[in-house]
């Protein structure tokens, strides 16, 4: 949801929460012990939008890294910088209930994705 402003036809777009899809939820404690570091990658990488393009979703590190479009290159020149890995993993480890093979497993798909962006990020 977002907010109409009608005097000066303006639309502005709520902030996008993620609901945690894209760090695979569903994964057993036990698959994610069983993962190999390829399958890691590709799990990482291979992480798909409800937003399409040409009909299609949008694969998130593809689309980012094609630097296509420019309203997501200025997003990420203005957010790359403020992303601290150290921070999000302290917080992961920080998760009494969850397991350590799954905060592994999250810490090294951000990771992951983190080093996508920052090669990006070096590119624009």
């Known amino acids: 949801m ?14 996008i929460y993620d609901c945690g899809s894209c760090l695979n939820p569903i994964l057993e404690d036990r698959e994610i012990e069983e993962l190999t570091n390829a399958e890691m990658k590709n799990l990482a990488i291979n992480s798909y939008s409800c937003i399409k393009e040409n009909g299609k979703k949008i694969n998130y ?4 890294s094609s630097m296509k479009n420019e309203e997501c290159n200025k997003a990420i020149q203005r957010i790359f910088k ?15 209930c969850m397991s350590v093979s799954r905060k ?11 080093n996508i962006l920052n090669d990006v990020y070096n590119k624009l």
């Not at 590190?61 to 980012?64: D, E, H, P, T």
């Open 2 to 15: 977002g907010n109409i402003n009608k005097k000066d036809s303006v639309i502005l777009f709520a902030p």
């Open 61 to 64: 590190m593809s689309y980012i």
């Open 82 to 96: 403020r992303i601290n890995l150290d921070k999000i993993n302290r917080f992961i480890d920080s998760i009494d």
């Open 104 to 114: 592994n497993f999250y810490k090294k798909m951000i990771e992951i994705r983190y």
